[in-house]
């Protein structure tokens, strides 16, 4: 499979999406797997999987549906998780801790490979293997270590500085869950997650539903 065209950044997630689920699909036995079960298990409309799935040149077949392994080979390709990713993550507080700790990164290619922080009380100590080098080191390391991917988990006035030591290591994509808007050249690539607006959305959808009623399932 050969993607034909350009891909809208709004598919990204979902690609993202059937390919876990085409993996869980995997392990238990299944061999293929038809647009409306897939459509079903992502909770997805079959309309837009189908179309999503176009994107990467695969439109299954009719009354057959898709065959599991060169689906998730086509998406992984896509994804360009077709070799392992180095990832550097800056700000070793609580939530860097369990990102350091979270074994699904490993699983999909991504390797945690250089941890970083201010704390001259975690500066020079291993968590998960990797010791911990202060952030000024980071334009040193990343190169050395090939990072390809920074994640930026420190507090929210470190932030901005801990990203511009990642952009000018060469990092051209960066994962932020600081609460602040990064400001980065045009070349770079910036995802920001923030649970705190995340919370904030799903408390406005339980505000839509009366006692007793079900929320609809929501992927973006």
């Given at each position: 499979m050969t993607r034909e065209r350009s891909i809208p950044e709004?598919?990204?997630?979902?690609?993202?999406?059937?390919?876990?689920?085409l993996g869980e699909l995997t392990e238990?036995?299944?061999?293929?797997?038809?647009?409306?079960?897939?459509a079903s298990a992502t909770g997805v409309n079959?309309?837009?999987?189908?179309k999503d799935l176009s994107y990467i040149g695969s439109n299954g077949t009719r009354g057959v549906g898709y065959e599991i392994a060169p689906l998730m080979h086509a998406l992984e390709g896509t994804l360009g998780l077709t070799q392992n990713r180095s990832v550097a993550l800056v700000g070793i507080g609580n939530l860097g801790h369990a990102l350091v700790g979270y074994s699904g990164f490993a699983e999909?290619?991504?390797r945690i490979s250089a941890l970083f922080d201010v704390d001259p009380d975690l500066v020079g100590i291993p968590i998960g293997g990797i010791?911990?080098?202060?952030?000024?080191?980071?334009?040193?390391?990343?190169?050395?270590?090939?990072v390809t991917i920074g994640?930026?988990?420190?507090?929210g006035q470190?932030?901005?500085?801990?990203?511009?030591?990642?952009?000018d290591a060469g990092?051209?994509?960066i994962l932020n869950f600081a609460p602040v808007v990064l400001q980065v050249p045009s070349e770079v690539d910036v995802r920001k997650v923030d649970l705190a607006v995340e919370l904030q959305i799903l408390s406005f959808h339980a505000s839509q539903h009366g006692p007793g009623t079900l929320p609809r399932v929501v992927n973006r």
């Open positions: 709004a598919a990204l997630p979902r690609l993202a999406l059937y390919l876990r689920v238990n036995g299944a061999e293929r797997v038809s647009s409306d079960e897939l079959s309309a837009k999987l189908r999909r290619g991504f010791v911990v080098e202060h952030t000024r080191r980071i334009p040193e390391v990343c190169p050395e270590r090939g994640v930026v988990a420190t507090p470190a932030a901005q500085g801990a990203c511009d030591l990642l952009v990092v051209r994509c």
